[in-house]
């Protein structure tokens, strides 16, 4: 996973922008289009918005590529009260939550409040999404199948979520979470799944096994 990040300070507030991670066109620049202007340079500039409208946009980035500290002070961005994972129809897996993600040796990749997993298979910063989906035409729905997730009670609200990747095989997902699919809608759950990282599965967004036909590479 790779990392390019860049600063951008006021008096009060640092923000963060890690470019690798940046894939989406819209939350931040029709948020607080006199912060984020990509004609302008530096295309972030925090000093034209308050303390309050940065962190609220900069909290909607779906990647995570952007951050926020606030000066002087301990506040850190909070997760939300439920882990949320989102199908997005054509791309990646977004995740908003306590999210910790391992490697198959337990080592932590990265803790975070927002990602987006790839899912069609191609990206250079994977387990991350950095936009290949659009070169390599991806196409996937929104619909999953609710009766799977239904299997095991609910457990509760919130927590960790844990993002475990499997080498050339998918993630499994282990906590309390939301799933939303437009198409299907949102299940509340808290079954372990694996959700497909290869782009193969005929049982998107999970894991069907097709990751070892296609022969995926997830380095
Ligand atoms: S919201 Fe995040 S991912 Fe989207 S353009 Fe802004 S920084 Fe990039
Ligand atoms: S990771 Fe795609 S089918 Fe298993």
Not at 20 to 45: M, S, T, Y
Not at 50 to 66: F, M, Q, Y
Not at 194 to 206: E, Y
Request: contains cysteine; aromatic residues 6%.
């Amino acid at each position: 996973m790779q990392e390019k990040a860049y600063s951008y300070t006021t008096e009060e507030v640092k923000v963060t922008w890690d470019q690798k991670r940046c894939i989406h066109a819209e939350e931040c620049v029709h948020g607080l289009p006199n912060v984020f202007d990509p004609d302008k340079k530096p295309w972030i500039q925090p000093e034209n918005a308050s303390v309050e409208e940065l962190t609220n946009t900069i909290k909607r980035c779906p990647t995570g590529a952007l951050h926020y500290e606030i000066k002087n002070k301990d506040e850190q961005e909070e997760a939300p009260d439920q882990n949320v994972i989102t199908i997005e129809k054509d791309g990646p897996i977004y995740i908003n939550g306590e999210v910790v993600i391992r490697d198959m040796d337990e080592n932590i990749i990265l803790k975070d409040t927002r990602v987006a997993m790839c899912r069609c298979g191609k990206s250079k910063n994977k387990p991350l999404c950095d936009n290949s989906h659009i070169d390599a035409d991806f196409k996937a729905d929104t619909t999953y199948n609710v009766e799977r997730l239904r299997t095991e009670p609910v457990e509760g609200k919130g927590g960790e979520l844990s993002i475990k990747l499997f080498d050339n095989a998918p993630f499994l997902v282990q906590g309390n979470y939301d799933l939303v699919g437009e198409e299907t809608g949102t299940e509340t759950c808290s079954k372990k799944m694996s959700f497909c990282r290869c782009g193969g599965s005929q049982t998107k967004p999970f894991c069907d096994g097709s990751h070892k036909k296609i022969g995926f590479v997830s380095t």
